[in-house]
């Protein structure tokens, strides 16, 4: 515990020090994340699913602020839909907006959390985010959460049953339409785990903001399980096929992500809470104050040795020669001087003890 | 000499002017009422788009089920109930847009004078100075 303690320190220094450039590299590798992954299961247009467009659009979005990255992957998605029906694109088009009008005209600095939420989906860890969200934010992040698991799951549906979107004639547009329009606002699995991270969202923030020692943990672990719950009896009753391996693993992940979390943000000794008692004229207040645990990271000094010219290596012995003569005869007036006290000191004794031989005489 | 308060000023003023400014000044330069009316009127037209979008995809979702066995008194209610469902949300949305810009504009006003302060004393620096 101490030893992460630590790092948590050294972490705050470094990202202290260096937190601009932290920033950046973060935001290439979400980039990276979103639109690679965009790329990799969606990828019907060619020219913009190469590696080179993948790199180029985190680099940009890297510099750029986070709601930038947002439209940039909106309109990676459109234009891969678009290669593949308009019909399509069309829906995923109207959705996106639906989103903007409803939500993101007014708190568009949240959008962000879109792109997180349908990475950790597609990375299989759909536990993780409901955990954070709950333990670090609150009830006023859950419309993002769910349009990034809505928007997950529209890019599923059309990567699973590309085949059946596929348009030729203009007929064709308005079933394909239909049919995706359908498959998405009626899609079991999808409202399952909207439902999902809804209540393990409430949960989390619920313990979490009790007063209860170990709340922290205690609200990962029952976010956690509950969602594993609603998960399973959501697979029995409703017949849909979550993979339980993944949804373990997912909840394990969720569990010491969440673990971490309390490390990094609420460090506290729950061995020494105190509790006091006191009023003042209108209220009477029992508080419970537990001490953070706080660990200073230990200073490394760094000895720097440079390589010298040879030209400069003459001087140098001369001036080390000298510096030595200079110390050892500082060495020899010390060892003059500790002679000299203790002959003083040997002395004065004798004068106490009366065994000096040149006061007898 | 370096005056750390001065200092201390000139650097709240530069950020602010990097983050806010631009905005603030612009949404201070109208009335409080103006500009919560006009925003909410604004989104009032969003909405309405944004009825229309989700109204026509649900009616794209169940069309089958609207078709079947479609009388007058049918399409009757499901209009009354389609008009009903959008008076509410306009209701329910030009509400809280009203307060959520009032309460923007009250809290860039607020940054902005805070700005003119910062502004008015790192004059009093300059004059004292020479």
Redesign the interface.
């Known amino acids: 515990m101490g030893t992460i303690l630590v790092w948590r320190e050294q972490l705050q220094k470094v990202y202290a020090k260096y937190s601009v450039y932290i920033i950046r590299v973060l935001q290439f590798v979400l980039g990276l994340f979103v639109f690679g992954l965009i790329n990799s299961n969606i990828g019907f247009m060619k020219a913009a699913s190469t590696t080179i467009c993948t790199l180029g659009l985190s680099v940009v979005c890297a510099f750029l602020p986070l709601i930038i990255m947002v439209f940039a992957a909106t309109a990676l998605v459109l234009l891969q839909l678009y290669t593949l029906s308009v019909g399509v694109a069309v ?1 995923a088009a ?2 996106f ?2 989103m903007y ?2 939500y993101f ?2 708190s568009a600095g949240k959008s962000w959390l879109v792109l997180l939420v349908a990475v950790a989906f597609t990375l299989k860890l759909p536990l993780v985010v409901p955990v954070a969200v709950g333990l670090l934010a609150g009830p006023i992040y859950l419309v993002p959460t769910v349009f990034g698991v809505f928007s997950y799951y529209m890019l599923h549906i059309v990567k699973t049953s590309s085949s059946s979107f596929k348009t030729g004639s203009a007929g064709k547009i308005i079933e394909v ?2 049919a995706f ?2 498959q998405v ?2 899609n079991k699995e999808m409202l399952l785990m909207m439902a999902v991270v809804i209540l393990c969202v409430l949960l989390v923030y619920g313990v979490r903001t009790r007063s209860a020692d170990h709340s922290w943990k205690i609200a990962s672990v029952s976010g956690t399980v509950l969602a594993v719950v609603m998960c399973i009896v959501g697979n029995v009753v409703m017949n849909m096929h979550i993979a339980y391996v993944s949804l373990i693993l997912s909840a394990v992940a969720a569990i010491a992500v969440g673990l971490l979390l309390e490390v990094m943000f609420l460090s506290v000794d729950y061995n020494r809470t105190e509790y006091l008692e006191f009023e003042d004229d209108e209220y009477h207040y029992y508080v419970k104050a537990v001490p953070k645990l706080a660990v200073t990271a230990p200073e490394k000094s760094v000895k720097q040795i440079t390589g010298q010219p040879e030209g400069n290596s003459e001087k140098n012995t001369e001036i080390l020669k000298k510096h030595d003569d200079v110390a050892a005869a500082g060495n020899r007036n010390y060892s003059k001087n500790e002679h000299a006290e203790d002959i003083l000191l040997t002395r004065s004794l004798n004068k106490e003890l009366g065994i000096d031989d040149s006061n007898n005489k | 000499m370096l005056d750390k308060r001065k200092i201390r000023l000139m650097v709240r003023m530069a950020s602010y002017e990097k983050t806010n400014a631009r905005q603030d000044m612009k949404i201070s330069s109208y009335y409080k009422k103006d500009y919560a009316s006009l925003n909410t009127l604004i989104t009032i037209l969003w909405i309405t788009i944004g009825y229309a979008i989700a109204g026509g995809l649900f009616v794209l979702c169940n069309m089958d089920a609207i078709l079947k066995n479609l009388t007058i008194m049918k399409m009757v209610v499901l209009l009354a109930l389609t008009v009903l469902g959008y008076i509410i949300l306009i209701v329910i949305y030009g509400v809280c847009a009203s307060s959520y810009y009032k309460a923007k504009h009250n809290r860039s006003k607020q940054r902005v004078k805070k700005y003119y302060r910062d502004m008015s004393r790192l004059g009093k620096y300059e004059e004292k100075e020479k």
């Open positions: 829906i109207l959705l907006l639906l009008i409803f005209r007014f339409m239909t329009t359908k606002l009626t």
